[in-house]
């Protein structure tokens, strides 16, 4: 995340500068290389902000998805889902029971959280807004 972020300073800023020495090189107007400087600057920090909406839009629809098959699944094979869930926890090193035990205990308490976390990475709760992250791009210039 560093990096993306390094290089989409790095960019805005030679792509600004380069604006700038062009508009520099063809008149002597302070106004003009200013406005030309703002111009970049604000078509950089858009292009940036579109960007980083249109990216999050789509992870999110990915993970709406795969959420849905899983509420699916849920539905449709419980039984399945629950040794599944169980059989994840004992290959991350559980003993069986105790990994039998932490599947009953999860899945009362919220089978798809559960399911998204241990199977898919998600929590469910914690999805990105592709609004904020975009605004949040273009107000800090870079990429988060």
Same mark, same amino acid.
């Not at 709406?64 to 926890?89: N, S, V, W």
């Not at 990994?99 to 308490?109: K, N, P, Q, S």
């Not at 399911?115 to 210039?141: C, F, K, N």
């Given at each position: 995340?560093?990096? +993306? ?9 030679? %792509? ?8 520099? &090189? *063809?008149?002597?107007?302070? @106004?003009?290389? #200013?406005? *030309? $400087?703002?111009? $970049?600057?604000?078509?950089?920090? %858009? %292009?940036?902000?579109? &960007? =980083?909406?249109?990216?999050? %839009?789509?992870?999110?629809?990915? =993970?709406? +998805?795969?959420?849905? !098959?899983?509420?699916? !699944?849920?539905?449709?094979?419980? @039984?399945? =889902?629950?040794?599944?869930? +169980?059989?994840?926890? !004992?290959?991350?090193? #559980? ?15 919220? +089978? ?5 976390? *241990? ?8 999805? *990105? ?11 800090? &210039? =870079?990429?988060?």
């Amino acid at each position: 995340m560093l990096r +993306a972020g390094v290089l989409g300073v790095n960019d805005g800023l030679v %792509s600004t500068a380069g604006l700038v020495i062009g508009v520099a &090189g *063809a008149t002597n107007s302070t @106004k003009a290389l #200013l406005t *030309a $400087g703002l111009a $970049g600057l604000l078509a950089g920090s %858009s %292009s940036l902000a579109a &960007g =980083e909406y249109v990216s999050v %839009s789509s992870h999110c629809d990915s =993970e709406r +998805a795969a959420l849905d !098959q899983e509420r699916r !699944q849920l539905t449709d094979a419980p @039984k399945d =889902e629950f040794a599944e869930l +169980a059989g994840l926890y !004992q290959a991350r090193g #559980l003993p069986a029971e105790l990994a039998r035990e932490v599947a009953v205990h999860l899945t009362a308490y919220d +089978a798809l959280g559960a399911h998204a976390e *241990a199977e898919l990475g998600i929590d469910p709760d914690e999805m *990105a807004s592709p609004v904020a992250r975009g605004v949040g791009t273009q107000v800090s &210039g =870079e990429m988060p």
